[in-house]
């Protein structure tokens, strides 16, 4: 039912900034909690964070914990995730899908083409 088109990506310098969209189409954005994971070559895909479906809560891994935050427009049907003070980690391809944050990062669905994020400087 849902699809999702990431963008926002790109090169970016260690310490700067970068958001990224995740626009939906198709029915059914304001019933899922929408989550962001990140692939890195040869690495398995991590679960960056997670917002519930009124935006009221938000998850976030470790890792980007106090540098990201995410939000979400229903009325757009859109979530964003704001990167802050990004480190050469943080590359990756980062992927929008639906699910459940009672369940972050497991049982995600609807996954996007994803959006290259380099971080380097």
């Known amino acids: 039912q849902l699809q999702f088109v990431e963008s926002g990506g790109g090169l970016v310098q260690p310490g700067g900034s970068l958001r990224l969209s995740c626009a939906a189409s198709?029915?059914?954005?304001?019933?899922?909690?929408i989550g962001w994971f990140r692939q890195a070559p040869g690495k398995e895909r991590e679960g960056v964070s997670c917002?519930?479906?009124?935006?009221?809560?938000?998850i976030y891994g470790d890792s980007v914990k106090g540098r990201f935050t995410i939000s979400r427009d229903n009325a757009k049907n859109t979530v964003y995730l704001q990167m802050n003070n990004v480190k050469p980690e943080d590359t990756a391809v980062y992927y929008c899908?639906?699910?459940?944050?009672?369940?972050?990062?497991?049982?995600?669905?609807?996954w996007g083409q994803g959006t290259q994020v380099t971080v380097s400087a």
């Open positions: 899908a639906a699910g459940s944050c009672n369940n972050w990062p497991l049982a995600f669905a609807s």
């Open positions: 198709g029915f059914g954005f304001k019933f899922y909690s």
């Open positions: 917002i519930s479906v009124s935006g009221a809560s938000t």
